[in-house]
């Protein structure tokens, strides 16, 4: 989202941006750059793998796999289609990868401020 005066919009031209990770590419559909809350497509190459141990955040962050499978290291399982977690400040999780023939579409939420107390 594009902060506007007090209201938000969401970004109509949908880009590619660059990630850590070499095969991957986000596709950024909301952010909000005060509480950097952000809604994304993250979209994995065939045979992409993380490379590294586990990690956390320290933000909420969910996911939801929208096509192809990909596999967390932390929980010994492939993640597929429709398949949906929430992850609070903290969780570990990954590495990640996917298979040699298919990549994978993930939506993720990033929030910050969720819950507020």
Not at 25 to 47: C, E, F, H, R, W
Request: hydrophobic share 30%.
């Amino acid at each position: 989202m594009v902060k506007n005066g007090s209201q938000f919009h969401m970004a109509m031209d949908v880009k590619d941006t660059k990630t850590p990770w070499a095969d991957v590419t986000d596709k950024i559909l909301s952010y909000d750059p005060d509480t950097k809350n952000v809604t994304k497509l993250q979209v994995y190459a065939p045979g992409w793998k993380q490379g590294h141990g586990t990690y956390a955040h320290n933000y909420w962050e969910e996911i939801l796999v929208v096509s192809g499978k990909i596999y967390d290291h932390t929980i010994e399982r492939w993640v597929g289609p429709g398949e949906y977690a929430c992850r609070p400040p903290g969780q570990k999780h990954g590495p990640f990868e996917c298979g040699p023939d298919e990549g994978a579409v993930v939506l993720l939420v990033n929030t910050s401020s969720w819950p507020k107390e």
